[in-house]
């Protein structure tokens, strides 16, 4: 593989994808789910000597029907489900009791509203977990790191980490805006779930190139009979061949089992599975494409190379 040769065209398609995705967050935004603004969370307990709860996937089929948009079903305890929707009309509360009462013999039901107040803090919550990660993620990494110092400093082995992250998270936002604009596919903590999933794995398979670079310069070799040394573009070009199977072939693996999760799983984590998948896509280009190619970047630039 050419490093040379990549570097310019995966920077341009980079930068297309990242900006594509800024303009459609800047015009369409996130469609947020309950999670974040709030509604109606009802809470039903079914009478074990009844025949006690249904089966959950009948209850979601049942709130389908009703139409109430966006419905999240979780079990609670032992004999109940939590049901969370959008604020809901005392109408609308009793047509879900009674689609409940139709499944089973309720013992107690109860009847709550969400504010937006709850909403705000959890997306508020939700940044400041992924800020924190980022973070994390440099100084684990320049620690890791800090007796590669020559010829780039082992900071910015954490920097150009965490910049390919952007990329692998504005990808996913920008397409998920999309689909929140035309498809009203919306956004709630299944998905910040699989944003912080697409971190950690990206940055692991990172590392991995990371890893070999730092070993290949730990070695450092002369590169031909005439004693001359790889310069620091080889030795990263020869980890990246080293590295590119097992990277593309560890992110296949995974995404085969999430597109069998996207169309033969559950409704409920559907788009989960597509955030993953989109996420990974992105992260395995970032790590073989973007990240250490900005180190060999950066490096020429000291050199005055570029």
């Known amino acids: 593989m050419g490093l040379v040769r990549i570097r310019k065209f995966s920077y341009i398609f980079s930068i297309i994808l990242v900006a594509a995705s800024i303009v459609s967050l800047a015009f369409y935004g996130l ?5 974040f603004t709030g509604g109606s969370l009802i809470e039903a307990q ?11 996937n009948i209850v979601r089929q049942k709130m389908e029907a009703l139409d109430f948009g966006q419905v999240v079903i979780q079990p609670a305890g ?11 009309s005392t109408d609308e509360r009793q047509k879900i009791t009674a689609e409940l009462s139709g499944l089973g013999k309720i013992k107690d039901v109860s009847a709550n509203t969400i504010g937006p107040t709850i909403g705000q803090e959890l997306r508020s919550r939700s940044i400041w977990a992924m800020a924190l990660v980022l973070i994390a ?10 007796k590669v110092s020559r010829p780039i400093s ?38 910040v779930t699989a944003i912080l ?46 590295t590119i199977t097992r990277s593309i072939n560890t992110s296949l693996t995974v995404l085969i089992v999430l597109t069998a999760l996207f169309f033969l799983g559950a409704e409920a984590t559907k788009y989960f599975a597509l955030a993953l998948i989109i996420g990974i896509v992105a992260g395995t280009y970032s790590s073989i494409f973007i990240a250490s190619p900005l180190l060999v970047t950066w490096n020429n630039y000291r050199e005055k190379k570029i």
């Open 154 to 191: 082992s900071w910015f082995y954490g920097i150009f980490a965490v910049v390919a992250l952007f990329h692998d998270v504005f990808i996913p936002l920008g397409v998920f805006s999309l689909l929140g604009h035309f498809k009203g596919v919306e956004v709630d903590t299944l998905f």
């Open 31 to 35: 469609k947020f789910g309950i999670d």
């Open 78 to 88: 032992e004999v109940g489900f939590s049901i969370r929707t959008r604020e809901l």
């Open 137 to 146: 993620i440099i100084l684990y990494i320049a620690f890791a790191f800090r």
């Open 46 to 56: 079914f009478d074990p000597t009844g025949g006690g709860r249904p089966d959950i």
């Open 197 to 242: 999933t697409v971190l950690g794995f990206s940055v692991h398979d990172t590392i991995v190139v990371f890893d070999r670079i730092r070993e290949n310069l730990t070695l450092a070799k002369p590169a031909s009979p005439a004693g001359r040394k790889e310069t620091f573009e080889e030795t990263v070009g020869k980890s990246l061949n080293q």
